[in-house]
């Protein structure tokens, strides 16, 4: 899709529709301003769940799902434990993690072994982020299940604006399916809230924010908000990160200068753990992490149009699905010189940075629905960059090429084949 995204921008222009094969259509704006226009609406006109509203009251609604006072009050409940000042002090707890995990990689370094570091990724990430958010640790084998239920919780999200196929939907025995992910995440999720409930936690983390959380009337979370809250943090807080920073390695291996520009910047860490204090002088991993998002993209990123309105001259009707896309946005040559190479060397370069229009890079979203997770997805990659380079070396099949695979988030398709070594 994404290449056909590209030779439709240029034919059509900023604005065009994507037929639906039954009917209807997708309107797809790859303008900045266009895109603000959906993103940064202030005013309710543009819902990310639209009319499946409606069905919050039965499966339970998370803050991506709600608009409004109901959506306001939420993101007050969240702030305090996303902000960076917090992030300051689960850092140490996030990095021991990663350390311990990327350590056990050793295993395969030197053995000329052929490993997935996508999928080993997922498998750093996620147990990361439950002792950092929820102060939880839970088993190997519950890491791979919620590995493979998040994913296709997000497949199923996404399939409603047709950006990936329906995940099965037929629980037989020996086959994952939707219905068996969905309860295996409501159950490990209402675990953990049974677990806080009985064993409180005397530093506050995410998951008493939420249980002691009250909207104005003074009311709480329902039981069912409060699972997909979990669910839709678990998601957005790993998943995320893992094919973020998976395209990251699959460029950035490609291209020796690069890559050696981030040796010496981790080298000059002299070993140590990364810290918040350090992150600053990880500005290169940080830019070789946003020009790896950049080329992520996306084939679209669906709102609702919850009214009837205007982009560009064009009628949008209520309940339309539209939004930018960020796989053409990102590739514009209008915005980036040579768009299809991959050269971190646009981030760090700030007179280019303050040319390009605000929206013409936003892998974070933009408006009220922003990612408040961007602090610590930043602070990830960063940490997770040092820490790997820091103990091996990583080399690619030599034939092998990035492949999208387009889902809720952008996935490397097939995972990221590469052979470790020590450094």
Sequence with gaps: ?????????????????????????????????????VMDDPVGRYSMIGPGQAAMGMIGAAIPMLE????????????????????????????????????????????????????????????A???????????????????????TFMSLMASVTLMSPLPNLLPLPGRESAPRS???????????????????????????????????DGSPLSERDLSMELMILMAGGYETVVASLSWTLALLLAHPDHLNRLYAEVDALHGAVPTPDDLPKLSWAK?????????????????????????????????????PSLYSMHRDPRWWVNPDSYDPNRFMDQALVRERPRLAFMPFGSGRHHCLGTGMAYMNAQFLLTIIFQRYRLTLPQTWKPKHHFNFSVTLDGGLPVTLTRA
């Excluded at 982020?129 to 994913?151: G, N």
Aim: proline residues 5%.
């Design 182 to 216: 969905m309860w295996r995440l409501w159950r490990l999720t209402r675990r953990l809230i049974k677990d806080r409930r009985r064993h409180p936690v005397e530093t506050p983390d995410l998951l008493s924010l939420l249980l002691e959380a009250t909207y104005d």
């Design 68 to 127: 409004g006072d109901k959506f306001r009050q939420r993101r007050r409940m969240l702030m305090p434990i996303l902000v960076r000042r917090h992030l300051a002090r689960v850092a140490e707890v996030i990095a021991d993690e990663f350390v311990g995990r990327v350590d056990s990689w050793a295993q395969w370094a030197d053995t000329g072994q052929e490993v997935d570091l996508q999928h080993a990724i997922a498998q750093v990430t996620l147990p």
């Design 1 to 37: 899709m994404g290449s056909e995204m590209c030779i439709r921008d240029r034919e059509f222009g900023d604005i065009y529709s994507v037929p639906f094969p039954l009917g209807g259509s997708i309107i797809v704006v790859n303008h900045p301003d266009y895109a603000s226009q």
């Design 287 to 323: 830019a070789c992490f946003d020009e790896g998002q950049r080329l992520q993209g996306h084939p679209l990123n669906p709102r609702f149009a919850m009214a009837d309105d205007v982009i560009g001259g064009y009628l949008i009707p209520r309940y339309t699905i539209v939004g």
């Design 129 to 151: 982020f439950l002792r950092a958010m929820f102060s939880s640790s839970i088993t190997a084998q519950e890491i791979h299940e919620t590995d493979v239920d998040l994913r």
